[in-house]
Nanobody, 127 residues
Framework: QVQLVESGGGLVQAGGSLRLSCAAS????????MGWFRQAPGKEREFVAA????????YYADSVKGRFTISRDNAKNTVYLQMNSLKPEDTAVYYC????????????????????WGQGTQVTVSS
């Protein structure tokens, strides 16, 4: 079983930056995709970014494209989310997730397809 632990959340002013980390542990950690999702109070969980673990291809929600960067360190089994030019609407609990299988093109946006989830880290952006 895979365990995911996020860190790096906090309070930041609008325009600032944060870097989230997600460390994975467990036997035979070999995901197909790692993703970041977020959930704001009263809203549904939404896709933020994803990275294909072996190939490194990256995908982003339109709302964060150009501001956020997802990356990974295969040797450390860690995925990162660099968040720049943060806006108050980025305020949410951020979750990392791992999915083991590829099912269809674009499946990385579907949270239900992910096998493992972290506990989440709070990001608050003040105006």
């Amino acid at each position: 079983q895979v365990q995911l632990v996020e860190s790096g959340g906090g309070l930041v002013q609008a325009g600032g930056s944060l870097r989230l980390s997600c460390a994975a542990s467990g036997r035979a950690f070999s995901p197909y995709t790692m993703g970041w999702f977020r959930q704001a109070p009263g809203k549904e969980r939404e896709f933020v970014a994803a990275i294909i673990w072996t190939g490194g291809s990256t995908y982003y929600a339109d709302s964060v494209k150009g501001r956020f960067t997802i990356s990974r360190d295969n040797a450390k089994n860690t995925v990162y989310l660099q968040m720049n030019s943060l806006k108050p609407e980025d305020t949410a609990v951020y979750y990392c997730a791992a999915r083991s299988l590829f099912r269809y093109m674009g499946d990385y946006v579907d949270g239900q397809g992910y096998d493992s989830w972290g506990q989440g880290t709070q990001v608050t952006v003040s105006s």
